[in-house]
């Protein structure tokens, strides 16, 4: 199975602040590599599909980048309602694996 | 309004079974593939199985294969699992979700999750 390694596992960060989280594969994916926002006490949504593709309705400050076993989520001038876990989540191969989240706490 | 409803979730002995079913609206159910993400309380993300538009092709993970089967009803818009010989470590928040597009991947929409709880 693809192992996903994302870092940090927890973040605390001010408003305003450009954040990135990185996502390591444990073999090379391509661009399979899809990020989601999950809010506490909500369904995970789609932020980015195929590593670097937007999502309409999903806020320009929101980026991804990469390919092969390297990637990243960047969010740009985080806002208070960015406070969520994000996870990446591979389909280069079955079974399909996520990796293990990172947590945003807005200081 | 899109909208995906799972329901059929509880309480359960181990060795027990449960069924969940997802009601899918908004959206030509039949066009697109299906999937079940799991979530143990407090934890990460978990993929599960996951079935082809028309349903002749499914994909579980090795954790649940030949104990779940994902199964569909085009003509009622319903995505099933049925899940036997539970076990303590698949309890957990079971989400469906549909496919972006007329690809497997990724998981464009999802539901609100039932939640499947495996206890003595």
């Known amino acids: 199975d693809i192992v996903l390694t994302q870092s940090p596992d927890f973040q605390s960060v001010t408003p305003k602040e450009k954040v990135t989280v990185t996502c390591r594969a444990s073999?090379?994916?391509?661009?399979?590599l899809h990020w989601y926002q999950q809010k506490p006490d909500q369904s995970p949504k789609l932020l980015i599909k195929?590593?670097?593709q937007s999502i309409s309705g999903v806020p320009s400050r929101f980026s991804g980048s990469g390919s092969g076993t390297d990637f990243t989520l960047t969010i740009n001038s985080l806002e208070a309602e960015d406070a969520a876990a994000y996870y990446c989540?591979?389909?280069?191969?079955?079974?399909?694996?996520f990796g293990q989240g990172t947590k945003l706490e807005i200081k | 309004e899109e909208q995906l409803l799972e329901s059929g979730g509880g309480l359960v002995q181990p060795g027990g079974s449960l069924r969940l079913s997802c009601a899918a609206s908004?959206?030509?159910?039949?066009?697109?593939?299906m999937t079940w993400v799991r979530q143990a309380p407090g934890k990460g993300l978990e993929w599960v199985s996951a079935?082809?538009?028309?349903?002749?092709?499914?994909f579980y993970a090795d954790s649940v294969k030949g104990r779940f089967t994902i199964s569909r009803d085009n003509s009622k818009n319903t995505l099933n699992l049925q899940m036997n010989s539970l076990r303590v470590e698949d309890t957990a928040l079971y989400y469906c979700?549909?496919?972006?597009?007329?690809?497997?991947?990724?998981?464009?929409?999802w539901g609100q999750g039932t939640l499947v709880t495996v206890s003595s």
């Open positions: 979700a549909r496919a972006y597009g007329s690809s497997w991947t990724p998981f464009e929409n």
């Open positions: 908004g959206f030509t159910f039949s066009s697109y593939a």
């Open positions: 079935i082809s538009a028309g349903g002749g092709t499914t």
């Open positions: 073999q090379s994916i391509g661009s399979s």
């Open positions: 195929y590593a670097s």
């Open positions: 989540h591979q389909s280069s191969s079955l079974p399909h694996t």
